[in-house]
């Protein structure tokens, strides 16, 4: 069990285009969570793959989820998602929450996480830095007969092709 200090931190809105943060250590490297549902029915998984940036005159940020994972229900059944990142000093939440399933454990209870509702009633985490809600534009199945290059099909071995989520970025909340 993972326990974490009882906080209570806040957030202003900030536009999109205002966010200064290196996307691709924040995805790739920093890591984050990917939670879909409401307060009374969520879950959240890890995730360093993903990507933010501008697509059909909007902002989007992309998130990917294996079909064998606990969170693809709820990002099947929820028009919005968000990503939380967090600092260094989480690492060992998200290792937990990126090795363990929401099916078998509580990882909120585990991990000590505080969920807060956005106003649209999606579901972040009061730890976090960053937080992008997405509404959910358009998914789509990665398949391996359009690989390109057949080598990506090595992060595949067991054929659990990832699904991807494309959300408009409707808020963004940085912690002060």
């Not at 989820?65 to 028009?79: I, L, Q």
């Not at 968000?82 to 585990?110: M, P, Q, W």
């Not at 534009?137 to 699904?163: G, W």
Request: hydrophobic share 40%; charged share 25%.
């Amino acid at each position: 069990m993972i326990i974490l200090m009882k906080m209570t931190k806040k957030f202003n809105a900030v536009k999109p285009d205002e966010l200064q943060e290196n996307c691709i250590k924040l995805i790739g490297t920093d890591w984050m969570l990917i939670t879909a549902g409401t307060i009374k029915s969520f879950n959240t998984m890890t995730a360093a793959w993903g990507s933010i940036g501008f697509l059909w005159r909007r902002p989007v940020a992309v998130g990917y989820v294996r079909p064998t994972r606990h969170t693809f229900s709820f990002m099947e059944k929820n028009d919005y998602f968000t990503l939380s990142f967090f600092t260094e000093d989480f690492r060992d939440v998200l290792n937990y929450c990126g090795a363990h399933s929401g099916k078998n454990v509580d990882k909120i209870k585990e991990t000590g996480l505080i969920p807060v509702e956005t106003q649209n009633g999606n579901i972040y985490f009061e730890q976090a830095h960053l937080v992008i809600e997405c509404l959910k534009i358009y998914a789509d199945d990665i398949t391996p007969e359009k690989f390109i290059d057949k080598s990506i099909e090595k992060n595949y071995p067991l054929k659990d092709y990832h699904r991807m989520y494309i959300g408009e970025i409707m808020n963004c909340l940085k912690a002060v």
